[in-house]
Protein backbone atom coordinates (compact mmCIF):
# COMPACT_ATOMS: atom_id res chain seq x y z
CA UNK A 1 0.00 0.00 0.00
CA UNK A 2 2.87 2.53 1.08
CA UNK A 3 4.29 1.86 -2.55
CA UNK A 4 1.45 2.64 -4.30
CA UNK A 5 0.94 5.90 -2.72
CA UNK A 6 4.63 6.78 -3.08
CA UNK A 7 4.41 5.57 -6.50
CA UNK A 8 1.19 7.89 -7.18
CA UNK A 9 3.14 11.02 -5.56
CA UNK A 10 5.94 10.77 -7.80
CA UNK A 11 3.77 10.53 -10.86
CA UNK A 12 2.26 13.58 -9.60
CA UNK A 13 5.45 15.61 -8.89
CA UNK A 14 6.78 14.42 -12.35
CA UNK A 15 3.10 15.72 -14.23
CA UNK A 16 3.61 19.34 -12.40
CA UNK A 17 7.54 19.38 -13.80
CA UNK A 18 6.44 18.63 -17.21
CA UNK A 19 3.32 20.86 -16.95
CA UNK A 20 5.35 23.90 -15.28
CA UNK A 21 7.81 23.53 -18.06
CA UNK A 22 5.50 23.79 -20.88
CA UNK A 23 4.25 26.63 -19.50
CA UNK A 24 7.36 28.18 -19.37
CA UNK A 25 7.86 27.33 -22.76
CA UNK A 26 4.49 28.80 -24.18
CA UNK A 27 5.38 32.01 -22.57
CA UNK A 28 9.02 32.43 -24.01
CA UNK A 29 7.36 31.42 -27.16
CA UNK A 30 4.46 34.04 -27.19
CA UNK A 31 6.70 36.55 -25.71
CA UNK A 32 9.75 36.81 -28.17
CA UNK A 33 8.67 39.34 -30.38
CA UNK A 34 7.03 41.61 -27.58
CA UNK A 35 10.70 42.22 -26.83
CA UNK A 36 12.10 45.20 -28.72
CA UNK A 37 15.28 46.44 -28.76
CA UNK A 38 16.94 50.10 -29.17
CA UNK A 39 19.82 50.81 -31.28
CA UNK A 40 21.14 54.45 -32.19
CA UNK A 41 21.89 54.79 -36.69
CA UNK A 42 25.73 54.54 -35.65
CA UNK A 43 24.65 51.26 -33.84
CA UNK A 44 22.61 50.04 -36.83
CA UNK A 45 25.25 51.26 -39.24
CA UNK A 46 28.16 49.26 -37.35
CA UNK A 47 26.35 46.10 -37.40
CA UNK A 48 23.16 45.74 -39.31
CA UNK A 49 20.68 43.96 -37.51
CA UNK A 50 18.95 40.57 -39.73
CA UNK A 51 15.98 41.80 -41.69
CA UNK A 52 14.04 39.36 -39.97
CA UNK A 53 14.36 41.36 -36.39
CA UNK A 54 12.28 44.28 -35.02
CA UNK A 55 13.85 46.95 -33.39
CA UNK A 56 13.36 50.60 -32.38
CA UNK A 57 15.46 53.12 -33.75
CA UNK A 58 16.12 56.97 -32.09
CA UNK A 59 17.52 60.31 -32.89
CA UNK A 60 16.78 63.54 -35.13
CA UNK A 61 14.99 63.39 -38.07
CA UNK A 62 17.92 65.23 -40.22
CA UNK A 63 16.73 68.74 -41.99
CA UNK A 64 15.77 68.36 -45.92
CA UNK A 65 15.58 64.52 -45.85
CA UNK A 66 11.29 64.35 -45.09
CA UNK A 67 9.72 63.69 -48.30
CA UNK A 68 6.41 62.82 -48.51
CA UNK A 69 5.86 60.82 -52.09
CA UNK A 70 2.77 60.58 -54.20
CA UNK A 71 1.37 57.75 -52.42
CA UNK A 72 1.32 56.85 -48.42
CA UNK A 73 4.73 56.27 -48.25
CA UNK A 74 7.65 59.17 -46.61
CA UNK A 75 10.96 58.54 -46.33
CA UNK A 76 13.50 60.33 -44.30
CA UNK A 77 16.71 60.15 -42.40
CA UNK A 78 17.47 59.48 -38.67
CA UNK A 79 20.41 60.50 -37.25
CA UNK A 80 22.32 60.23 -33.51
CA UNK A 81 25.10 62.73 -34.78
CA UNK A 82 27.79 59.50 -35.78
CA UNK A 83 25.98 57.95 -38.59
CA UNK A 84 22.34 58.43 -40.46
CA UNK A 85 19.74 55.88 -41.22
CA UNK A 86 17.21 56.20 -44.10
CA UNK A 87 13.21 55.42 -42.78
CA UNK A 88 10.79 54.37 -45.04
CA UNK A 89 6.95 54.91 -43.22
CA UNK A 90 3.67 54.29 -44.64
CA UNK A 91 0.84 55.45 -42.69
CA UNK A 92 -0.24 58.80 -40.44
CA UNK A 93 2.65 60.65 -38.66
CA UNK A 94 2.71 62.01 -35.28
CA UNK A 95 1.33 66.03 -35.39
CA UNK A 96 4.46 67.02 -33.77
CA UNK A 97 6.83 64.72 -36.26
CA UNK A 98 8.87 67.51 -38.06
CA UNK A 99 12.74 67.69 -39.12
CA UNK A 100 15.06 68.46 -36.50
CA UNK A 101 13.03 66.78 -33.70
CA UNK A 102 13.36 63.58 -31.91
CA UNK A 103 11.58 60.35 -33.03
CA UNK A 104 11.60 56.84 -32.22
CA UNK A 105 10.39 53.92 -34.91
CA UNK A 106 9.81 50.65 -34.88
CA UNK A 107 10.53 48.26 -37.54
CA UNK A 108 13.18 46.19 -39.20
CA UNK A 109 16.16 47.01 -41.62
CA UNK A 110 15.40 45.91 -44.81
CA UNK A 111 18.43 46.09 -47.98
CA UNK A 112 19.77 49.76 -46.20
CA UNK A 113 16.13 50.90 -45.48
CA UNK A 114 14.44 51.14 -41.96
CA UNK A 115 11.06 49.91 -42.45
CA UNK A 116 8.81 51.57 -39.75
CA UNK A 117 5.79 50.21 -38.94
CA UNK A 118 5.46 52.29 -36.24
CA UNK A 119 6.74 56.24 -35.50
CA UNK A 120 6.37 58.15 -32.44
CA UNK A 121 7.39 61.64 -31.68
CA UNK A 122 8.46 64.22 -29.01
CA UNK A 123 5.52 64.89 -26.47
CA UNK A 124 6.09 68.79 -26.06
CA UNK A 125 9.07 70.98 -27.26
CA UNK A 126 11.15 69.69 -24.72
CA UNK A 127 10.71 66.09 -24.89
CA UNK A 128 12.65 62.99 -26.08
CA UNK A 129 12.97 59.39 -24.99
CA UNK A 130 15.95 58.86 -22.86
CA UNK A 131 17.42 55.68 -24.83
CA UNK A 132 17.50 58.67 -27.58
CA UNK A 133 18.91 61.19 -25.25
CA UNK A 134 21.47 58.50 -24.30
CA UNK A 135 22.70 58.08 -27.99
CA UNK A 136 22.90 61.99 -28.62
CA UNK A 137 25.15 62.29 -25.58
CA UNK A 138 27.34 59.31 -26.72
CA UNK A 139 28.12 61.20 -29.95
CA UNK A 140 28.17 64.28 -28.07
CA UNK A 141 25.62 66.63 -29.29
CA UNK A 142 22.49 66.74 -27.45
CA UNK A 143 22.05 70.34 -26.16
CA UNK A 144 19.53 70.47 -22.92
CA UNK A 145 16.75 72.65 -23.94
CA UNK A 146 16.46 73.37 -19.93
CA UNK A 147 20.19 74.36 -19.61
CA UNK A 148 19.46 78.43 -20.02
CA UNK A 149 16.33 78.67 -18.13
CA UNK A 150 16.65 81.25 -15.76
CA UNK A 151 18.88 82.84 -17.31
CA UNK A 152 18.05 86.29 -19.26
Do not use: C
Not at 91 to 110: A, I, N, Q, S, W
Request: net charge negative.
Amino acid sequence: MKSLKKQRRIQIVALAVVALIGSFGLIWYASQDAFQFFRAPSEVIASPPAPTEVFRIGGLVTEGTLVRGQGATITFEVTDGGASVPVAYTGVLPDLFGEGEGMVGTGRYVDGTFQATEILARHDETYMPAEVIDALKEQGVYVDPNADVGTN
